[in-house]
């Protein structure tokens, strides 16, 4: 059948009118970082920013977006998106991403997919030879499908997404990525101690010999429990507690919290709770009063203050002993647990290892 004049220019319209009609948006993730799409037909598809910045620091893709009420899956990354982009250290992927292209991408430190299946990856030469260095994260049961495609299985480190299970804060969470010095960073997704009376989130923790932050809290993880009694955040690597996380701990009277930056909170994360005691640094006490959900917590209770004294001794290494003398190792005093006594005895990290100081476990 050949086609007259008017058949093959709608044949022709067919093919372009789409891509003439595609629309760009911008719509900041969860964490607030911009991320420009392109809307076509039922997709999106991320792009170049529109105003020249290059995306860096961490990127979290989400599954879909909403345009116009509609929830439209992210399916591809435009193959410019990433071009001379040195500053990206993190990058999620979402469930339904087919195509990523990753050329003149360098500096890049992890990738977590969250698709089972492995996307089309397109790398160049450079980017290539980096792959090694890159820990990709995939979904459980996906690892063997990655280690045998294409460029995927030019990463070294390919892990199925970990769940770390911790001792110290009897908290199971799950790895997201891990910083340019090689510690994971974890979310805190489910309370493994029943009856607890106290949270304890320390600076570090360790899994595989590897440093481990505790960066964020789930929305609603402790959410009326009704034994919590303490919170010590002694770490200034949160940055998130989630929404509803501490909501109806009718019990909860103690919170003390080291971090310079408020973690981000919402007006429901401490609802219900009515502290006796908040514990904060002197120096960030205006910022929490002007956080959301920490000033909603702070509205009935005068802020106590940190002794930054103190802080300041557990930034430095120590030789650490038991209370009977025994040599534990060395370390900063909040990597350290004493497993058999109330308090760990101290020294300076000299020669002589003579005992100066005494830490009680008890916390501040």
């Known amino acids: 059948m050949v086609m007259n004049r008017w058949q093959l220019v709608l044949f022709f319209l067919t093919l372009f009118i789409p891509e003439c009609f595609a629309k760009s948006v911008i719509i900041n993730n969860e964490d607030g970082v911009r991320i420009d799409y392109e809307i076509g037909g039922e ?3 991320m792009i170049p920013r529109a105003n020249g910045e290059k995306y860096a620091g961490i990127v979290a893709i989400p599954d879909s977006v909403l345009v116009e009420g509609n929830s439209l899956p992210v399916t591809a990354i435009d193959e410019k998106t990433f071009d001379a982009t040195n500053g990206l250290q993190g990058l999620v992927l979402p469930k339904g991403i087919t195509t990523l292209n990753m050329t003149e991408c360098t500096g890049l430190i992890w990738v977590k997919s969250r698709s089972e299946r492995p996307p089309k990856l397109m790398v160049d030469d450079l980017l290539k030879y980096e792959l090694g260095n890159i820990l990709l994260i995939v979904p459980k049961g996906s690892k063997t499908k990655y280690a045998a ?5 030019d990463f070294d480190m390919i892990w199925e997404t970990p769940f770390v299970e911790d001792s110290i804060t009897n908290l199971k969470c799950e790895v997201l990525g891990c910083t340019r010095g090689g510690a994971l960073r974890l979310q805190a997704v489910e309370d493994t101690e029943s009856n607890r009376t106290e949270l304890y989130i320390p600076a570090v923790i360790k899994y ?4 481990c932050w505790i960066v964020s809290l789930t929305d609603g993880l402790f959410a009326d429990n009704q034994t919590i009694e303490t919170v010590l955040l002694e770490t200034n690597n949160l940055v998130e507690l989630g929404s ?7 019990n909860l009277k103690n919170v003390t919290c080291y971090a310079l930056t408020p973690p981000r909170a919402s007006s429901s994360t401490f609802s219900e709770v009515v502290p006796t005691s908040v514990i904060l640094r002197s120096s960030s006490e205006e910022l929490y009063q002007t956080a959301e959900g920490w000033k909603q917590l702070l509205e009935q209770i005068t802020i106590s203050p940190i002794d930054e004294t103190y802080m300041e001794d557990k930034e430095r290494v120590w030789i650490v002993y038991d209370t009977s003398g025994n040599f534990l190792g060395r370390g900063r005093i909040s990597d350290v647990i004493c497993k058999n006594g109330s308090y760990i005895l101290v020294s300076d990290n000299d020669n002589k290892g003579r005992i100066v100081r005494k830490y009680f476990l008890q916390r501040p």
Do not use: I, Q
């Not at 595989?208 to 440093?211: A, G, Q, S």
């Open 43 to 45: 997709s999106a598809k």
């Open 149 to 153: 495609e294409k460029n995927w299985k």
């Open 208 to 211: 595989r010999e590897r440093d």
């Open 244 to 250: 509803g996380t501490f909501a109806g701990c009718v």
